[in-house]
Structures are given as structure tokens and as C-alpha cells.
């Protein structure tokens, strides 16, 4: 029998593991590793009692979801302490799957009683773990144990097709079954990818013909059906949005690709924030800059835009991955990560106990707790930084490498025969320079591709004592023997621009920071107990301001400080900014948020431009205002 082949995708991601943190970016995962990521197993039920291991808790998303980031933070880390933990719970599903092939727990009052009434939504999750385990070690058990459960999938999806969350999120089911075919070149785990997506959502469908083109009205979606209220939820339009690359490598149809970068322009021309996301309260919420943006939405899109790229090969997906990568996932967390929020505003000025103009979320929201409004994000948070760190390179079709993202890492892997190390000294995104250092055991040629974004007029490449002009929005390619020892400098200027984001509102961006305003903020603890508690944060300075763009660029000045060991602390952040400014008292609170952005601003009094504010990385502040009045 002839192999069906999948179509190639335009870059290859590495397997977990041959991409390894340096400098501020290991720092950050080692912060991620003793705050919840590393202990939210020691004592939060839905995973300390999990019933995926044996507990009384919840057995449905939340533990697979931990597990999901936790086996990617341990492998980078080489942490023993968490490579024992992803062990322990691989090792307990493993060894109790069920007879018939099922892993994980048959029932959950989640979603009734009895495998047939149980969404499988969360073995996808699952796959998505075990497949990085797997690359990681080299496990033998996994590929045979996922056989034995995709063999009771496909029984199970004949008597009772794809519903609730499972049907609105195939793709991430159909990625972790291509996956295992191109390992196993089974004939049958393309049949059932089919029948995943001939079942699920049609996504391509939906964003062609998108009709949620402003914020849902919350009175209209409580009189819908859960079928009616899905396809509007934030956190599936963030996994949807790859589901026509993803199938397009079993169709063949060259338009699925292009949906999916479809899907995202529409997300970003309705619902678009200033941070790459989409706002999403829990369902889609306009493009206002006091509309919240759920954590599990942050996670998820990171993921999806990081499958897309490598399915497409697309240089602004890159820009769009590190934009949110270096922006809403810290700002989602405390510093020193043992709080998430639920809910994070662009325009977040008072985060309390309050309702708010969500779609459909509750007062807890944009509280920095443990599991405010709902856990689903204490359990999926984990993913983020980890998955960023692992695709910051990827191979090419023509046995070369490409750095799709920057950040301090080294890279190593094998190109014809030769091994390869590559490491990137950077402190990027804090600073302009990314220095390549290559290490061979011999000479290889091999083409190494280097992303240049779409912001950075005046990159240059030096490579060998030549420089070279390089391209803003594309991939720069060199080709040429590569010796041991070779150094590539790269240099992408972070010179302050400015970002109209409609309606007369501004932001200000340094390279893929977005820059905001630095509000002193004071922590108020209401609920929990340490570390892991529940924080209101209240302003101790004004919030209401505009900047005075009659003087942009010339009035704005950026300087640099030492990047911490704790790189999103908003006390010492790496890289500021300061811009003339004008209070406008009138600004006031709606809501319990920051009020809609003036498009009119009065004359100011006084001498012009006089007041100054200080701008910091969007990701170091926990209130900021981003998308300014412009005066």
C-alpha cells in the first residue's frame, strides 16, 4: 500500500528539547517554575486530587492542560524536580488505561456520566503532552498507547459524533493524529482525521461569512444555545483560527491556509487589541481598549499562530507571535507568577471585585488570583512561555535552519551528517542587537534564515565583516559554508512608532514591545493565602492621560536599565520611555474600568508639553493605560 503523504509544511518545528533558554529567558521560565507552574500540584485539588490521577477532582480539562506546559518547562529547565512530576502523572495514566484503549478518567460531572456522554475534548490535550513527552525521552509507551486510545476514539465518534467543546476544537485532535501517522504511516489515523473534521466545526465557513463584527450583546447570548454561544467564544476562536492550515495538509487545498490567515485578520479588524490578541469576556467583545482578553485566549493563540507559521511559513504570523508573546502573556501574571488573571484589560487601571461591561463573565475577573472566575487558566496558563521558547527556530524544507523568533537560546541539531549549535546572545526584545555564534563539528553548508520584522526599517545583517541591508517583513536568507566559530550580528533598530488605533486613540510601540504607562500600583490581598493569593491592584497615581503627539518623535526618549532576573517587574523595567503628556480629569471610570478613550481633547493650559510620563513594556505593568487619547 502506497503512504498517503501529508503536505510539507513550509518549516519543520525542532523536537522538544533541541531548543534550549539562555540569559533573561531562562530566568523567566525558572520564575515560571517556582511559582504555580512548579507547585500547583501540591496543593490545588483540581490537580493535587485530579481524577486523571486517581483523585476525587475534576478529571476533565484542567489537569491535562497543567500537563500540557509543564512537560515543555521541565525539558528546557532540565529541571529533575519537574521532570519527576510530568513522570509521575504520564507514568499513573499509562499504566491505568482502560482495557478498551480510553485514557484518563470515563466519567465527570463536567459532562455527565459514562464515556459515550463524555466530550473528549480533553484527551486532545492530553495528545498534546504526550507527543512532546515523547520527542523529549523517547518514551516507548507513548505511541502505541495513543493507537490503542485514537482505535476507542474512532469507535466512539461512529456512535456519537463530535459535540460541545471536542467539535469546536478537532484541529488540535487532527495536529496530535498527523503527528502519530507521520510516525507510524497507519492509513487508518487519516480516516479518522477526516472523520474529526467532517464532524467538528466549520470553522473556515464561519470566519468567511463573520457576522460577530462588534461585542456580543450579553442579553441576546443568554437566550442562546450552548450550540449558539461556542462558535463566539473567545478561547475557541483562538484555537479555530488554525483549523484550515491544519486540515490542509491532509485536503491538499491550497485555500485552507488561507483562511486561517483570513481568520486572523478578521479577529484583528472586529476584535482586535493592541496587544496581537482579541478581546474575548468570555465571548467576543469589540475592539474598546476596556474589554478584557481571557488568559486561555493568550495561550491558545500563541499556540495556534506557532502551528500556523510552520504550516505556512508566513513572516507576520512571527511578528504577531512575539508581539503577544512579549506583551499579554506576562502581563497576564504577576511578576513572579503565582497569580493569573482571568481577564486583562489594554486600558486596566483598577483591578478589584467588581462588575465590569463583560460579555459574560463575573466581578473576580480581572482579579490577579488563583483561580478567579473560573480555573480553566490556572490549569492552561503554563503552555505559554515554554511553546514560545521551543519554536524560536525551525528547519527548512532545504536542510537549512530558521530563526522565526528571537530571544537568548541556543539551538542544536544535526544538517547532513554535521552537528549544529547555534547561539543567540540577545536582549532582545529589551534590546536591539541578537549576536549568532555558530558551533560545528565541521564545515556545512546549509541556508540559515533570519525573520526581520515588518517594524524594522534600517535592520541590518553583519556576517563575515560584510553588512548587509535587510528587508523588513521577510525571512533574510544566507547560504554559504558555515566554519565553527562564525558570529551573524543582527541588528533591529527599536526607535519608538506610533500605532493609530482608531477612534483618536494612540499606542506606542519599541520594536514588538508596546509600551504603556507606568501607574504605581498597590497590591491589596482578598482571598487566598500566600504565595498563592488573590490580589486586587489599586492606582496610586493618575491613569488619565493623553500624549502630545505635536512633538512625536522628537519629545519621546527611551533609555535602557538592567534586565532583572525577573524581566517583566514592573519596579525595574529594562526599557522605558518618556513622552509629554496632559492629564484630562475628565477621563474618568465607566463601569468600574478605564472609560472610553476621548476623541476630543480640550486646549491645555499652561506651558505646552511641560508634564512628562514614563512608558514601560506593556508586559511589566498590572494597570496601564496602552491606547492613549491623543492631544
Same mark, same amino acid.
Given at each position: 500500500?502506497?503512504?498517503?503523504?501529508?503536505?510539507?509544511?513550509?518549516?519543520?518545528?525542532?523536537?522538544?528539547?533541541?531548543?534550549?533558554?539562555?540569559?533573561?529567558?531562562?530566568?523567566?521560565?525558572?520564575? /515560571?517554575?517556582?511559582?504555580? &507552574?512548579?507547585?500547583?500540584?501540591?496543593?490545588?485539588?483540581?490537580?493535587?486530587? &485530579?481524577?486523571?490521577?486517581?483523585?476525587?477532582?475534576?478529571?476533565?480539562?484542567?489537569?491535562?492542560?497543567?500537563?500540557?506546559?509543564?512537560?515543555?518547562?521541565?525539558?528546557?529547565?532540565?529541571?529533575?524536580?519537574?521532570?519527576?512530576?510530568?513522570?509521575?502523572?504520564?507514568?499513573?495514566? #499509562?499504566?491505568?488505561?482502560?482495557?478498551?484503549?480510553? #485514557?484518563?478518567?470515563?466519567?465527570?460531572?463536567?459532562?455527565?456520566?459514562?464515556?459515550?456522554?463524555?466530550?473528549?475534548?480533553?484527551?486532545?490535550?492530553?495528545? +498534546?503532552?504526550?507527543?512532546?513527552?515523547?520527542?523529549?525521552?523517547?518514551?516507548?509507551?507513548?505511541?502505541?498507547?495513543? /493507537?490503542?486510545?485514537?482505535?476507542?476514539?474512532?469507535?466512539?465518534?461512529?456512535?456519537?459524533?463530535?459535540?460541545?467543546?471536542? +467539535?469546536?476544537?478537532?484541529?488540535?485532535?487532527?495536529?496530535?493524529?498527523?503527528?502519530?501517522?507521520? !510516525?507510524?504511516?497507519?492509513?487508518?489515523?487519516?480516516?479518522?482525521?477526516?472523520? =474529526?473534521?467532517?464532524?467538528?466545526?466549520?470553522?473556515?465557513?464561519?470566519?468567511?461569512?463573520?457576522?460577530?463584527?462588534?461585542?456580543?450583546?450579553?442579553?441576546?447570548?443568554?437566550? /442562546?444555545?450552548?450550540?449558539?454561544?461556542?462558535?463566539?467564544?473567545?478561547?475557541?476562536?483562538?484555537?479555530?483560527?488554525? &483549523?484550515?492550515?491544519?486540515?490542509?495538509?491532509?485536503?491538499?487545498?491550497?485555500?485552507?491556509?488561507?483562511?486561517?490567515?483570513?481568520?486572523?485578520?478578521?479577529?484583528?479588524?472586529?476584535?482586535?487589541?493592541?496587544?496581537?490578541?482579541?478581546?474575548?469576556?468570555?465571548?467576543?467583545?469589540?475592539?474598546?481598549?476596556?474589554?478584557?482578553?481571557?488568559?486561555?485566549?493568550?495561550?491558545?493563540?500563541?499556540?495556534?499562530?506557532?502551528?500556523? #507559521?510552520?504550516?505556512?511559513?508566513?513572516? =507576520?504570523?512571527?511578528?504577531?507571535?512575539?508581539?503577544?508573546?512579549?506583551?499579554?502573556?506576562?502581563?497576564?501574571?504577576?511578576?513572579?507568577?503565582?497569580?493569573?488573571?482571568?481577564?486583562?484589560?489594554?486600558?486596566?487601571?483598577?483591578?478589584?471585585?467588581?462588575?465590569?461591561?463583560?460579555?459574560?463573565?463575573?466581578?473576580?475577573?480581572?482579579?490577579? &488570583?488563583?483561580?478567579?472566575?473560573?480555573?480553566?487558566?490556572?490549569?492552561?496558563?503554563?503552555?505559554?512561555?515554554?511553546?514560545?521558547?521551543?519554536?524560536?527556530?525551525?528547519?527548512?524544507?532545504?536542510?537549512?535552519?530558521?530563526?522565526?523568533?528571537?530571544?537568548?537560546?541556543?539551538?542544536?541539531?544535526?544538517?547532513?551528517?554535521?552537528?549544529?549549535?547555534?547561539?543567540?546572545?540577545?536582549?532582545?526584545?529589551?534590546?536591539?542587537?541578537? +549576536?549568532?555564534?555558530?558551533?560545528?563539528?565541521?564545515?556545512?553548508?546549509?541556508?540559515?534564515?533570519? !525573520?526581520?520584522?515588518?517594524?524594522?526599517?534600517?535592520?541590518?545583517?553583519?556576517?563575515?565583516?560584510?553588512?548587509?541591508?535587510?528587508?523588513?517583513?521577510?525571512?533574510?536568507?544566507?547560504?554559504?559554508?558555515?566554519?565553527?566559530?562564525?558570529?551573524?550580528?543582527?541588528?533591529?533598530?527599536?526607535?519608538?512608532?506610533?500605532?493609530?488605533?482608531?477612534?483618536?486613540?494612540?499606542?506606542?510601540?519599541?520594536?514588538?514591545?508596546?509600551?504603556?504607562?507606568?501607574?504605581?500600583?498597590?497590591?491589596?490581598?482578598?482571598?487566598?493565602?500566600?504565595?498563592?493569593?488573590?490580589?486586587?491592584?489599586?492606582? +496610586?497615581?493618575?491613569?488619565?492621560?493623553?500624549? !502630545?503627539?505635536?512633538?512625536?518623535?522628537?519629545?519621546?526618549?527611551?533609555?535602557?536599565?538592567?534586565?532583572?532576573?525577573?524581566?517583566?517587574?514592573?519596579?525595574?523595567?529594562?526599557?522605558?520611555?518618556?513622552?509629554? =503628556? /496632559?492629564?484630562?480629569?475628565?477621563?474618568?471610570?465607566?463601569?468600574?474600568?478605564?472609560?472610553?478613550?476621548?476623541?476630543?481633547?480640550?486646549?491645555?493650559?499652561?506651558?505646552?508639553?511641560?508634564?512628562?510620563?514614563?512608558?514601560?513594556?506593556?508586559?511589566?505593568?498590572?494597570? !496601564?493605560?496602552?491606547?492613549?487619547?491623543?492631544?
Amino acid at each position: 500500500m502506497t503512504k498517503t503523504e501529508l503536505t510539507p509544511r513550509l518549516f519543520d518545528p525542532l523536537p522538544l528539547g533541541a531548543v534550549l533558554p539562555t540569559g533573561w529567558l531562562r530566568d523567566q521560565l525558572r520564575v /515560571q517554575a517556582e511559582g504555580l &507552574s512548579g507547585h500547583l500540584d501540591e496543593f490545588w485539588p483540581s490537580v493535587a486530587d &485530579s481524577r486523571w490521577i486517581g483523585g476525587r477532582c475534576e478529571g476533565w480539562e484542567r489537569g491535562p492542560y497543567w500537563l500540557d506546559g509543564l512537560v515543555p518547562l521541565a525539558v528546557q529547565l532540565g529541571d529533575a524536580r519537574l521532570m519527576g512530576k510530568a513522570q509521575s502523572w504520564i507514568d499513573y495514566i #499509562l499504566e491505568h488505561q482502560h482495557a478498551d484503549g480510553w #485514557l484518563g478518567p470515563k466519567t465527570d460531572p463536567h459532562e455527565g456520566t459514562g464515556e459515550v456522554a463524555l466530550d473528549p475534548w480533553p484527551q486532545f490535550v492530553l495528545f +498534546k503532552a504526550f507527543t512532546q513527552w515523547q520527542e523529549a525521552t523517547g518514551d516507548a509507551r507513548i505511541i502505541p498507547a495513543m /493507537q490503542r486510545s485514537l482505535h476507542r476514539m474512532e469507535t466512539l465518534l461512529m456512535e456519537k459524533p463530535l459535540r460541545s467543546w471536542g +467539535k469546536m476544537r478537532w484541529a488540535d485532535l487532527v495536529l496530535s493524529i498527523h503527528w502519530l501517522y507521520e !510516525r507510524t504511516s497507519e492509513e487508518w489515523l487519516l480516516s479518522l482525521a477526516a472523520q =474529526a473534521h467532517a464532524q467538528g466545526f466549520d470553522w473556515r465557513k464561519y470566519f468567511s461569512d463573520f457576522r460577530a463584527t462588534e461585542k456580543i450583546d450579553p442579553a441576546w447570548l443568554a437566550a /442562546q444555545s450552548e450550540e449558539g454561544c461556542l462558535p463566539l467564544h473567545g478561547v475557541n476562536n483562538a484555537m479555530g483560527a488554525k &483549523s484550515g492550515a491544519v486540515w490542509g495538509r491532509q485536503s491538499g487545498d491550497i485555500g485552507e491556509a488561507a483562511s486561517s490567515l483570513h481568520a486572523v485578520e478578521v479577529l484583528d479588524r472586529y476584535h482586535g487589541q493592541v496587544t496581537g490578541v482579541f478581546s474575548g469576556d468570555e465571548h467576543l467583545a469589540g475592539r474598546d481598549p476596556s474589554q478584557g482578553t481571557e488568559t486561555c485566549t493568550v495561550t491558545e493563540y500563541l499556540f495556534t499562530l506557532e502551528q500556523m #507559521l510552520a504550516l505556512t511559513g508566513e513572516p =507576520a504570523l512571527a511578528d504577531r507571535i512575539e508581539r503577544i508573546a512579549y506583551n499579554a502573556l506576562p502581563a497576564a501574571l504577576t511578576a513572579d507568577m503565582w497569580a493569573r488573571q482571568y481577564d486583562q484589560q489594554p486600558n486596566q487601571v483598577l483591578c478589584s471585585v467588581a462588575p465590569r461591561s463583560w460579555v459574560s463573565n463575573g466581578p473576580y475577573s480581572n482579579l490577579f &488570583s488563583l483561580e478567579g472566575n473560573f480555573g480553566c487558566c490556572t490549569a492552561n496558563f503554563h503552555q505559554g512561555w515554554p511553546k514560545f521558547a521551543a519554536n524560536l527556530w525551525m528547519t527548512t524544507p532545504d536542510h537549512g535552519l530558521a530563526a522565526v523568533a528571537y530571544a537568548p537560546c541556543t539551538v542544536t541539531t544535526e544538517i547532513d551528517g554535521a552537528a549544529v549549535t547555534i547561539e543567540s546572545q540577545t536582549g532582545y526584545p529589551f534590546r536591539d542587537e541578537i +549576536k549568532l555564534t555558530l558551533k560545528l563539528a565541521r564545515a556545512a553548508s546549509f541556508p540559515l534564515l533570519l !525573520r526581520v520584522p515588518a517594524w524594522a526599517e534600517g535592520a541590518t545583517v553583519v556576517v563575515g565583516g560584510q553588512r548587509e541591508k535587510a528587508a523588513p517583513g521577510t525571512f533574510h536568507r544566507l547560504s554559504r559554508v558555515w566554519r565553527d566559530g562564525d558570529v551573524i550580528t543582527l541588528h533591529l533598530p527599536l526607535t519608538p512608532r506610533l500605532e493609530d488605533r482608531g477612534n483618536g486613540a494612540v499606542a506606542i510601540h519599541c520594536g514588538p514591545l508596546v509600551m504603556a504607562l507606568k501607574i504605581e500600583e498597590e497590591f491589596k490581598q482578598v482571598g487566598g493565602i500566600l504565595p498563592h493569593a488573590d490580589w486586587e491592584v489599586h492606582p +496610586k497615581t493618575p491613569w488619565n492621560y493623553a500624549l !502630545r503627539m505635536d512633538s512625536f518623535p522628537e519629545r519621546f526618549s527611551s533609555w535602557e536599565d538592567p534586565i532583572s532576573a525577573m524581566p517583566f517587574d514592573g519596579q525595574a523595567p529594562p526599557l522605558s520611555v518618556t513622552a509629554p =503628556a /496632559q492629564c484630562l480629569p475628565e477621563w474618568t471610570l465607566q463601569d468600574n474600568s478605564a472609560g472610553p478613550v476621548p476623541s476630543r481633547i480640550p486646549a491645555q493650559t499652561g506651558v505646552p508639553g511641560a508634564e512628562r510620563v514614563t512608558l514601560i513594556p506593556y508586559g511589566s505593568t498590572r494597570l !496601564r493605560i496602552s491606547e492613549f487619547p491623543a492631544a
